[in-house]
């Protein structure tokens, strides 16, 4: 192709073009970093034109989820720092508690989070609960756990609420057996999710039941409906040592697979 006419030179230029969207376009197929996927794509007989979002949308590989999910530990030597603000943490758990799935889209999860004197009361409750029941010669153990999980920077409370799991009962009587059952999957989807958005931030944490001893105290404390039924503690703070060990059962007990 002749470059001296503006015809010729055109022509160049639109195969330069074609052949550098070319290039983006096989390169995102294997980048393991986030890329600009194009908004819109518009083809004309010399070039294909892509139209970008003002902010890229970010990919997320397998690997990279399945990296979190491996690295995530049960912590219980949290210390009161955080690698993030807290207001960061909230984001973190008012987008899971958004775009979680739950059954028939009951949207029955309930989370409370608890920061600064808040953490260390929901402990102060446990640690009284279990004096009344736990021997005073066997709580020394027992008082030690609870202190590690009060040193933790902050606690998210896990609740589901039964008015949601009720009302879903009423609607769809032929399932009603299986709703209290099913909300108990949302509310494990949820307690992963934030664990592993913390993990990814660089947090560490657990998961308790101390439910239902502290149920009542905890609804009277911050005030919260009676229908929502606590089911699960969760400290978490910077981890101020790694985690034990974890040793596996062989895969293939665990999964069956066939083609």
Same mark, same amino acid.
């Given at each position: 192709?002749?470059?001296?006419?503006?015809?010729?030179?055109?022509?160049?230029?639109?195969?330069?073009?074609?052949?550098?969207?070319?290039?983006?376009?096989?390169?995102?197929?294997?980048?393991?970093?986030?890329?600009?996927?194009?908004?819109?794509?518009?083809?004309?007989?010399?070039?294909?034109?892509?139209?970008?979002?003002?902010?890229?949308?970010?990919?997320?590989?397998?690997?990279?989820?399945?990296?979190?999910?491996?690295?995530?530990?049960?912590?219980?030597?949290?210390?009161?720092?955080?690698?993030?603000?807290?207001? $960061? @943490?909230? &984001? %973190?758990?008012? /987008?899971?508690?958004?775009?979680?799935?739950? +059954?028939? =889209?009951?949207?029955?999860?309930?989370?409370?989070?608890?920061?600064?004197?808040?953490?260390? $009361? @929901?402990? &102060? %409750?446990?640690? /009284?609960?279990?004096?009344?029941?736990?021997? +005073?010669? =066997?709580?020394?153990?027992?008082?030690?756990?609870?202190?590690?999980?009060?040193?933790?920077?902050?606690?998210?409370?896990?609740?589901?609420?039964?008015?949601?799991?009720?009302?879903?009962?009423?609607?769809?009587?032929?399932?009603?057996?299986?709703?209290?059952?099913?909300?108990?999957?949302?509310?494990?989807?949820?307690?992963?999710?934030?664990?592993?958005?913390?993990?990814?931030?660089?947090?560490?944490?657990?998961?308790?039941?101390?439910?239902?001893?502290?149920?009542?105290?905890?609804?009277?404390?911050?005030?919260?409906?009676?229908?929502?039924?606590?089911?699960?503690?969760?400290?978490?703070?910077?981890?101020?040592?790694?985690?034990?060990?974890?040793?596996?059962?062989?895969?293939?007990?665990?999964?069956?697979?066939?083609?």
């Amino acid at each position: 192709v002749s470059t001296q006419s503006t015809g010729g030179s055109q022509c160049c230029k639109l195969l330069a073009a074609m052949s550098l969207a070319q290039k983006i376009q096989n390169s995102s197929c294997t980048a393991k970093t986030p890329f600009l996927r194009p908004k819109s794509v518009v083809r004309s007989r010399y070039m294909t034109t892509y139209s970008y979002n003002k902010e890229p949308k970010r990919v997320l590989p397998s690997e990279d989820v399945l990296h979190l999910l491996k690295n995530r530990r049960t912590i219980y030597n949290l210390t009161s720092d955080s690698t993030i603000p807290d207001s $960061k @943490v909230k &984001d %973190i758990i008012e /987008q899971t508690v958004l775009h979680v799935p739950s +059954s028939f =889209n009951s949207q029955s999860s309930r989370v409370v989070i608890l920061f600064n004197n808040n953490h260390t $009361k @929901v402990w &102060d %409750i446990v640690s /009284q609960k279990l004096q009344a029941i736990v021997p +005073s010669d =066997n709580f020394g153990p027992t008082e030690k756990k609870i202190k590690g999980f009060q040193s933790a920077h902050g606690t998210i409370l896990y609740f589901e609420d039964q008015n949601s799991v009720k009302d879903l009962q009423k609607k769809f009587p032929t399932y009603a057996d299986r709703f209290p059952e099913w909300s108990s999957h949302t509310a494990g989807m949820v307690q992963l999710t934030v664990w592993l958005a913390l993990e990814n931030e660089g947090l560490g944490a657990s998961l308790q039941h101390y439910n239902p001893i502290i149920d009542e105290d905890v609804r009277k404390e911050w005030n919260l409906p009676s229908e929502w039924r606590l089911v699960a503690q969760m400290p978490f703070g910077k981890p101020g040592s790694p985690a034990g060990e974890k040793t596996f059962i062989p895969i293939e007990q665990r999964v069956k697979c066939f083609f």
